[in-house]
Nanobody, 116 residues
């Protein structure tokens, strides 16, 4: 059974930082492209950042320079370090795992709220 379990969300003031974690089980983690997506109320889910099996990263323009995605294959975990948070970063953040066979898995999401 595949499980992606996110943690690390919470409440933070503008300019603050949070680190999200996503622990994966039931997959061969090292061969998957891992990603973070987010969905704000009334909006579609959007890509935040991805990291490939070869550690190539890609970021949405809105988070470039503020967010950093990384992975630890020994711990089957992907991270999202979020700095300089803004109110518009408020959303539910979802972890995603995808392989070359287009097998695609999602976590349950973790809420990030940036408030003044």
């Amino acid at each position: 059974q595949v499980q992606l379990v996110e943690s690390g969300g919470g409440l933070v003031q503008p300019g603050g930082s949070l680190r999200l974690s996503c622990a994966a089980s039931g997959i061969r983690f090292s061969i998957y492209t891992m990603g973070w997506y987010r969905q704000a109320p009334g909006k579609q889910r959007e890509l935040v950042a991805v990291i490939t099996r070869g550690d190539i990263t890609n970021y949405a323009d809105l988070v470039k320079g503020r967010f950093t995605i990384s992975r630890d294959n020994a711990k089957n975990t992907v991270y999202l370090q979020m700095n300089s948070l803004k109110p518009e970063d408020t959303a539910v953040y979802y972890c995603n795992a995808q392989n070359i066979l287009s097998q695609n898995y999602w976590g349950q999401g973790t809420q990030v709220t940036v408030f003044s």
